[in-house]
T-cell receptor
Framework: AQSVTQLGSHVSVSEGALVLLRCNYS??????LFWYVQYPNQGLQLLLKYTTGATLVKGINGFEAEFKKSETSFHLTKPSAHMSDAAEYFCAVIKSGGYQKVTFGTGTKLQVIP | GAVVSQHPSRVICKSGTSVKIECRSLDFQATTMFWYRQFPKQSLMLMATSNEGSKATYEQGVEKDKFLINHASLTLSTLTVTSAHPEDSSFYIC????????????FGPGTRLTVT
């Protein structure tokens, strides 16, 4: 079975500060990893994903994440927070090799303080 | 590309009635569609998986007779909440995967159901 742990259900940062949202996973096989963002009363939007290849992946809106197999982590970062980044962020994992069910983390709500 | 729509975006119904939510893939053929339920301030809970032309596979604890799922075409899946009760009030989100990228799910904007 696979699982995803997001440390911190709420994270507050000042505008312009570094954003770091943590995600650790467990999987019996190499996983595919995703970060999604959800704005209030909306669906999920894919920020970035890791499947194979380069372990540092860049996504939309200036976000990036690094797959660290030794740490089973896939933390999401952004150098400088913007007010529009305030939203809920979900880390998700799927087993590699084709269609599988997605396992979501519990989510982290990011607050950006002006 | 890879746009998924849901209709309606918000619906209010009376207790005991049924309500249908549509999920459409607008620019790709969705071989598999997923239905999630999201409670306030919580993560997404997978309710069921549906493949075009076959019966949906429901997750443990989800009543298949209450949440009827139909995936009659490669671009449309419907979720019908039968005999709705206030505890069915929630945010329902669908997602879809295409034939070429089976691991990536594209999410709809969600439907807010309120049962009075």
């Amino acid at each position: 079975a696979q699982s995803v742990t997001q440390l911190g259900s709420h994270v507050s940062v000042s505008e312009g500060a570094l954003v770091l949202l943590r995600c650790n996973y467990s999987s019996s096989v190499p996983p595919y990893l995703f970060w999604y963002v959800q704005y209030p009363n909306q669906g999920l939007q894919l920020l970035l994903k890791y499947t194979t290849g380069a372990t540092l992946v860049k996504g939309i809106n200036g976000f990036e994440a690094e797959f660290k197999k030794s740490e089973t982590s896939f933390h999401l970062t952004k150098p400088s927070a913007h007010m529009s980044d305030a939203a809920e962020y979900f880390c998700a994992v799927i087993k590699s090799g084709g269609y599988q069910k997605v396992t979501f983390g519990t989510g982290t709500k990011l607050q950006v303080i002006p | 590309g890879a746009v998924v729509s849901q209709h309606p975006s918000r619906v209010i119904c009376k207790s005991g009635t049924s309500v249908k939510i549509e999920c459409r893939s607008l620019d790709f053929q969705a071989t598999t569609m997923f239905w999630y339920r999201q409670f306030p301030k919580q993560s997404l809970m997978l309710m069921a998986t549906s493949n075009e032309g076959s019966k949906a596979t429901y997750e443990q604890g989800v009543e298949k007779d209450k949440f009827l799922i139909n995936h009659a075409s490669l671009t449309l899946s419907t979720l019908t909440v039968t005999s709705a009760h206030p505890e069915d009030s929630s945010f329902y989100i669908c997602s879809a995967t295409g034939t070429s990228v089976s691991y990536e799910q594209y999410f709809g904007p969600g439907t807010r159901l309120t049962v009075t």
